[in-house]
Every structure is written in C-alpha cells, then in structure tokens.
C-alpha cells in the first residue's frame, strides 16, 4: 500500500464537493482523461479515466465502491489489463483540510 497526506487550503466540505467532481481526480494515482461522469444525486458514483504508464494507454472505470459522506471514499479502478483500489480521507486541519490518499 501506498500513502500519501497533504494540506488543503479550504474546509473539509469543501474538499468533499470537489471530490465529487471526477474532474478532481485527474493527476490522483495517476488518473488521467476523465469523462462520463455519474452522480447519485449530489454523489459521484462513477467516471470512466485513462491511465498512461510506459507509453501504453489503458482506458477504464472508476466505481465508488465505499463512502462515507463528507469523509472518505473508496474507488475500484477497473480496465481489462489493471486493477486498483483508490481510498481518500478528509480531515480538518486547523482551519484548513487534510487529505490522506
């Protein structure tokens, strides 16, 4: 597993309405090309992405798998030749946010 924290400059609501945008997860894990975005009301539920690693393009489906509104969200990652689980947190951090991805 790999981890990763950083500060944000903005409230923890704040941080959660940008993670339903699947805009937001461009440049997370690496996820690139995001388009087909599906809401559940106000909540992302899924987006299709590509990935470029080694000069090879795989294209794929990111799926809320879990979540915990206004705190964490789990993403299956799915394409034909890779797989992954994308996990991300929000905490407040003095007046700010924490995500731990």
Same mark, same amino acid.
């Given at each position: 597993?790999? !981890?990763?924290s950083t500060k944000v400059d903005a409230t923890p609501g704040a941080v959660w309405t940008a993670l339903q945008d699947a805009s937001t997860w461009e440049g997370i894990a690496g996820i690139q090309g995001v388009h087909d975005m599906v809401h559940e009301g106000d909540l992302l539920d899924s987006f299709e992405f590509h990935i470029e690693v080694a000069g090879m393009r795989f294209d794929g489906t990111a799926? =809320? !798998?879990?979540r915990t509104n206004g705190e964490a969200m789990t993403l299956d990652l799915d394409? *034909?030749? $890779?797989?992954a689980? $994308? !996990? =991300?947190r =929000? *905490?407040?951090d003095e007046g700010a946010s924490k995500l731990v991805v």
């Open positions: 597993m790999i !981890a990763h799926t =809320v !798998a879990k394409s *034909k030749d $890779l797989g689980r $994308l !996990a =991300v =929000v *905490k407040p």
